[in-house]
């Protein structure tokens, strides 16, 4: 029994914040980070006699998001009241969809160790978020004396994506959650950050001997923040399934908590309570019955998917796989197709700026920045996924208050255009500028907007090919290094480099470095 | 008086809206103490409304055909810092933060509110003896229930505390108080008027409508609250008529139906004749009347003590200490909290159904109770939908009796719930419905019940109306 | 009929007194005896009317608006402190 094989399943719940301006039923701002409190209304903190409207923007991006997971849209879906009472809900019933779901039946392709696999999805849904609790006197639930109720989040407009238990192990689970997030961000529905909880998971995990095709018993994990967590949970729970079927146990159905700290799950204490919602057909909504122009619509507007476009770009622009991945899921495709219309060079040229000397650049700007404020800076005002540090958003999810008094102090935003980054390339083509100056040029007209051409005319930054001029530079270079000019006549060629430097050095770096070499040839010969 | 007779002279200045809601208040005073149809009165509001009013009356500017009448509102609609108590302890000092919709346009079209009218707890019931305040009184016998939930607003204006009333329907709430006060009670379709801000009891079937001392009346009100709400997705953008234009006409080659299945047993011989007599004079009056039988009527009872309590264990889920209302403060923990607060916060008709609706819709016995009573409620409607291929109004007793004694029915909910028996299957199908008066026995108003095709609220007017106008019952006053 | 009250009262967090759970009980099942008439009913094929009149695709332009109604919204809270609703502790 202890050396017996087991299979793992698992299946996914996925749920995730819609980025819409408003809530789900009401007009409420759907923002992250307000006072306790401030994004409230009748309708959302359930006051007597308020009603609830569905908001059009919100069914748009689940049926976009379901169009993308090769889902069919059902032709009637319908709103039920899901009841349960807890202070975060401020109805007792939360308003989701049951049996009749706004899309069934899709999948999601993943990639492990460079295989592909599918996963079904049962169904996409939607339904409306809960508020936040703040335990006085305990940092959890558990010794609290008293709680606080935020009621900013609730009803947030939330997308449930449900898998098929089509994961066979924990790293799958991992890679299906973050290819899912990728996706969501790609397509403008989420921004999907799991630490900030705009992109929640629960997994069914259950193990049964290798063959078997009758599913053993499962637990349902929660509380998994990030994409890490999912596989250490899951890891966790695979293995206590596995050491109590090993002791000839059985597993018992229930809901576990992952604890971060200690990388285990645990049970709820004492005998948990069977839940019986009592969903009904929400009587205040009426059914969505997308029009199939609608629909076409939407899917019109998805366009290419990322894994589409990733294989396009390593295939036609001879990207690699980590550049490709990056540029779609940063959302720089745009940025690169664009310039590359206006004027066509290697596409590798156009990622480099935005994949290697971009994020530099802004990393520079995060620190003065950072040395100017001493303060970390608020995310949503933030220019690009990438900025964000890892402090920055542990703060932001610790202590939301202190990041709403910092809102004010945040970087202006990057006003970076295709045309100004097909521009840069054309002047280097051209032999304007080299690529050092090039990068000094676009920084600083970044920083102040400035077009290229006058930030190269202010600071006379164009490069020197005039053979004349720099054959006097280059005479003047060998007269001052006597010894060097003997070593390269002795035939000592490497000496070369230091030439090419020193005629850098001369000229500020505004030489043509190949000229430069070829003047230095002609002033040694 | 009736509204359009004092809008009149409002409008001619033989009146002022500060006069006449003084003098309502006077008749209040004098009368409350035996009718007890307010839970809130609001004279300082009121009397600041009326001077607005009259300020629009002397420039004629936005003056409508309600600009200035005091009007009772029903305490189940959403009156922003107005206390808002459904009759129940758990809102006792609910101020709520908005107007209703219905209350809105009140408030813009210039009437005055002169206060909040008791009902059954959270509309919960048939004779307004369930609410945590007080028992309402039937201004044609003190001794009587005035009907329910809208009891307080039906007793208002029989009493003539006001000149008109909003009640609220969901089994008959609003016609069977009408017809135990001998006023005019009107059921618009489901979907005609905004729900937004009406406290709610049994969504898929609430809706908000006119109570009043004549048809014209009721035409006039109605004219202000049909219409689309962008706030409530069930209210319907369909064109609302000018109600009070489309009246005269009269109901030549009008088919009208009798329903046989409310004239048979369990119907008050008196109130029989008196609905017989009615259907006879709308004959005479060049209406073609004809039976008919909807035969699936005898579940409707059955069928509607499912969904509308399993609607309301959802609605009043709600009201659990945390958000607003009634809290048991000794509670030391979350769920004696609950426990507490809604055990002291309700009555006993309200947990009854709360009890009832759960059970109905708690796993095991969804299918058998809850989702059965949805099928049958499309047999129901399909019932109409025939009859309504034959007639272009049915006609019914509003209720089986007349107005009951104070205490008669209160220890067997199940013989108060089939007292509904007549108006409960328009609910359920979501038509128009009023009810007017058409007689009297033992001293006590009937209502005769005028049913209409969905959005045909000018059909069912036309015909009250015109039977209005070819009798006297509603001349008759309460002698309170 | 047999209900079990307490179950159904515990889903409702509804707290009865032993009285009301002996009367609710009996009343229930009075109801629910009646209500059973609706099995003389055939029903099959016959879809379930949720809605008295059918409505389809009713949605809300996604603008965000703060609501007039805010103050009046805290005003009417039982407890609260720091700007949040104060509940008593949670035990499960």
Redesign the interface.
Known sequence: MANMKHETVIGLEVHAQLL???KMF??????FGA????????VC?G?PGSLP???????ELAIKTALALNCRIEP?S?FARKHY?Y?DLPKDYQISQYEQPLATGGWLEIEIDGQVKKIGITRVHLEEDAGK???VGAAR?MG????????NRTGTPLMEIVSEPDLRSPREAAAYTETLANLLRYLGVCDAKMEEGSLRCDANLSLRPAGETKFGTKTEVKNMNSFRAIEKALAAEEKRHAEVLAEGGQVVQETRFFDDVTETTSG???KE?AH?Y?YF?E?D???????AKWTEEIKNGIGELPRTVIARYMKEYELSREWADFLVYHELTGCLEGALKIYKTKPFNYARWLIVELPSFIAELNKEAAEKSNINKAKSELPHPWVIEDAAEKAAEDNYKKNIEVSGKSLPKLNLTPAKLAEIEKLIDGGTLSYKIAKTVLFAAIKTGKELAAIIAQQGLTQISDEGELLKVAREVVKNNPRQAEQYKGGKEAVMMFFVGQMMKATKGRANPELAAKMLKQALS | MTAHELAARLAGRKLSSAELTRSFFERIKKLEERVKAFVTLDETGALAQAAEADRRLKSKEHVTPLTGIPIAVKDNMCT??LRTTCSSKILTD?????DATVVARLKAAGAVIIGKTNLDEFAMGSSTENSAFQITHNPWNLAAVPGGSSGGSAAAVAAGEAVIALGSDTGGSIRQPAAFCGVVGLKP???RVSRYGLVAFAS??DQIGPITRDVTDCALLLNLLAGHD?LD??S?EAPVPDYRRVLAGGIKKLKVGLISDLMGNGIDREVKAAVKKAADLFARLGAEVIEVSLP?L??A???Y??IAPAEA?SNL?RY????????N?E?????S????T???G?G?EV??R???G??AL?AGYYDA?Y?????????I?RDFDRAFDRCDALLSPAAPTVAFKTGEKTDD??SM?LSDIATIPV????LPALSLPCGFSRGLPIGLQIIGR?FDEETILRAAFTYEQNTEWHKAQANV | MQ?D?E???R???????DE?KKL?GE??A???T??D???K?N?DG??????????????????????P???????????K????????????
């Open positions: 819409t301006e408003s009401c007009s409420c701002p759907n923002k006072p306790p409190n401030t994004n409230i209304c009748p903190t006051q409207v569905t908001n059009k923007k919100a069914v009637s319908v009472f202070p609790l703040v335990h639930i609290a004396e008293e709680s606080l109720v935020d009621f709820m204490r004492g309570f019986d009592r057909p009587p909504l009426v059914p969505l019955e997308p029009p | 922003k810092g609910y101020h709520p933060p908005y379709t489901y979907g898929s079937l962008p997705t069930t319907v699936t005898e579940y009872v059955a069928t003590y499912l264990s889920a659990d200490g945390v958000k607003f209302g009634y809290r403060k509670a030391k923990d979350l769920i909290m609950y426990y507490s809604r055990r002291e309700f006993a947990k009854r709360i009890m009832l759960t059970y708690s109770y989702l059965k009573a949805l099928k049958v409620r499309t047999l409607k909910p199940l719930y609910n359920l199908a979501g969905a | 209900i009250v179950h159904v009262a889903l409702a967090r509804l707290g009865l007194s009301e609710f009343q229930l009075a109801i629910l009646y209500a008439n609706l099995k009913l029903t016959v879809p379930p009317t949720t809605h008295a009149i059918p409505l389809k695709n009713v949605y809300r332009a996604d603008k965000a608006a703060p609501s109604d805010l103050p009046a919204i805290m005003a009417g809270a039982p407890d402190a720091d700007r949040m609703f104060r509940v008593p502790r949670i035990i499960e």
